[in-house]
Structures are given as structure tokens and as C-alpha cells.
């Protein structure tokens, strides 16, 4: 009878101890990186403004881009800026048009917008303001369209 249950037990313990490792196999699993997948189907569509602000959104418009100004963000879903472009070398090569320009004002669109600081003329200032921009996705009031 010895026998019997000594070989019962082993037979129980040599099941068990496989299992017992798959198990924590599993569980490592559980434990590690977490990743989250990120999609979405934006919805919406149409626009949305009040005061001087406006927002369009287009119904299942990929996660457009991230758009910040002043102390404002959005952050995917809406059409970034406004004419919707990026500034980029048709830009550059319009501000180039007016370097070192002066005189600027209301009348001549602040020398076609590359005044954009609206001082007065198209200096290092201009610049630094048009290099701020560069590759990044037009303001909602780009002037260099």
C-alpha cells in the first residue's frame, strides 16, 4: 500500500511541476512592458469658432498634427492651422522676396507678409520668427500663403 500512494504522489508532483512552470512563464508575461496601441476615428467635421478662434475637424480624418499658439494646443483631430501647408521653401522663398525691405505697412500687406512682426520692414527679427516655423504647420494667420 506504501508503494501504491508513494507512486500516486510522484506521479501528482511530476504533472504539477511542468504546469508550475508554464504558469510562471505566463506570468512573466503579464508582468512586463506595457504597451499601449494608439488609434482612433475622429469624428466630427465642419467648423467651430468663437471670437477670434476657429477649429475644423473633417469625419474620419486621421490624427492630423499637434497645433499650439499662444497659451492654446490641439492635439489631433482638427486640421492643423489654417491654409493647411507647412512652412516650407515656397514660404522662404517669398520672405527672400522682401529681405532688408522697408516701408511695410496695411497698404502693401506688410511687404506680403514677410514683415512678420509688423515693425516696419523685414530684418533679423522677421527671421527669427520665420525660422520658429520652419517644417512645422502654417499658423492659423499665416501671411505667406
Known sequence: MKRRNNKLISVKVGKTIPLILFMLLFSLEVFGDYEIVWSTIDGGGGVSSGGEYIVTGTIGQADAAYSAGGQYEVLGG????????????????????????????????????????????????????????????????????
Not at 515656397?90 to 500687406?109: Q, V
Not at 527671421?127 to 517644417?135: A, M, N
Open 78 to 145: 482638427f486640421w492643423p492651422g489654417g491654409p493647411l501647408c507647412t512652412v516650407e521653401f515656397g514660404h522662404y522663398a517669398r520672405f527672400a522676396d522682401y529681405w532688408l525691405s522697408s516701408g511695410c505697412d496695411a497698404d502693401n500687406e506688410w511687404c506680403g507678409g514677410a514683415d512678420l512682426d509688423q515693425m516696419g520692414d523685414v530684418d533679423g527679427l522677421d527671421l527669427g520668427l520665420f525660422v520658429e516655423e520652419w517644417l512645422y504647420w502654417c499658423p492659423y494667420d499665416w501671411p505667406l500663403k
